[in-house]
């Protein structure tokens, strides 16, 4: 026999009052401060209301912060972990992103929305089967979903163009730009390696921002990257620029496993590279062994050793075009950084 079973679901929304968002509000600040939610992940906060100034912690979306005042289109908050800063306003919104829906059974003068559901008998229970009963058929079994892929996003943390002026040749000019980058990984935190990368360049950075404009020389700071399975590899550059002379600069490499965002060893590198070390090593003593059989490097043992043992402290890294490069530090007769290509390319 069968009887309906009525089911009455309410569903109840609460609806957030209409604000303003903190991007949109003028310099000041709020008595008790007021909770904001985050939109993006990776969002940066910084130490003050400048996006140049240095990163404390990074909040993803959804998470909750509490505005106490605005300066302009910084917001200064206060995280859940309890750090304080300034965050850019347009990542911020009053609004909750999870919207709570519950459900609950109507009482007789509360409207509701209802539907109903046949209730059946139960079927008689099957019994086992005995040994002579049929073979039953294997399960198909449930195949195991895929991981979430990875969001892997380089960025400029800085990133600002200048004029200068040959100091000994006015008409003489020069466009110059400085730029810092910045790892996004979904999932992972990275502030730490992205303040490793800051910390390394930020003299050349401060450098590049108080520069005359009438000078002779200028400090700045460059990058390439690529972003490969399973892997990012950057280098940057403190470049040095001159209007007499040729530039130098001192390289920075950062070989980023995306899986957990570590920075890799020359080994691991090498291994997402798709090369041996052995023939990335031999490589890199091909290209470089002038510096021991050229007399013009040659003439002193100190020299020569310095410059055998840099092939086996070469670092790797994939240039933007996907081949796999070597950055060298030899002594010529100073001090001097190299880049050199292997010939090899990254394997897909």
């Known amino acids: 026999m069968k ?137 198909t079994p449930i195949p195991t979903p895929k991981p979430a892929r990875k969001v892997v996003k380089v960025r400029d943390r800085y990133k600002k163009t200048r004029v200068f002026v040959n100091s000994n040749n006015t008409s003489e000019k020069e466009k110059v730009t400085c730029k810092v980058p910045e790892v996004q990984i979904s999932g992972i935190d990275m502030s730490a390696v992205n303040e490793k990368i800051y910390k390394n360049l930020k003299t050349s950075v401060n450098s590049f921002k108080k520069a005359s404009r009438n000078v002779d020389d200028i400090d700045y700071a460059t990058y390439e990257y690529y972003v490969g399975k399973g892997f990012v590899s950057i280098i940057t550059w403190d470049e040095y620029f001159a209007f007499e002379s040729s530039t130098y600069s001192c390289h920075y490499v950062y070989n980023i496993d995306t899986s957990d965002g570590h920075l890799m060893t020359k080994k691991e590198a090498l291994k997402k590279f798709g090369i041996s070390e052995k023939k990335f090593n031999n490589e890199v003593s091909k290209r470089i062994s002038f510096f021991w059989e050229d007399p013009l490097y040659n003439d002193d043992d100190e020299v020569v050793s310095f410059n055998k043992a840099a092939v086996n402290k070469s670092i790797p890294y994939v240039n933007k075009s996907g081949k796999i490069f070597a950055a060298v530090k030899l002594l010529a007769p100073d001090y001097e950084y190299y880049e050199y290509d292997t010939k090899y390319k990254v394997k897909k």
């Open 3 to 139: 009887r309906p079973l009525i089911i009455t679901m309410l569903i109840s929304f609460v609806l957030i009052a209409a604000v303003c968002g903190c991007s949109s509000k003028q310099t000041g600040s709020s008595e008790n401060g007021e909770i904001n939610y985050v939109t993006r992940n990776n969002t940066p906060v910084f130490s003050e209301a400048d996006d140049t100034s240095s990163c404390i912690a990074y909040v993803n979306e959804g998470d909750d912060v509490l505005v106490m005042s605005y300066s302009g289109v910084f917001c200064k908050v206060t995280t859940s972990s309890n750090k304080v800063g300034y965050i850019n306003g347009r990542y911020l919104s009053p609004d909750d992103p999870v919207t709570e829906i519950t459900t609950e059974v109507s009482s007789e003068n509360e409207p509701s929305v209802s539907f109903s559901v046949e209730e059946t008998i139960a079927p008689a229970p099957v019994p086992e089967p005995t040994e002579a009963s049929a073979p039953t058929s294997t399960p």
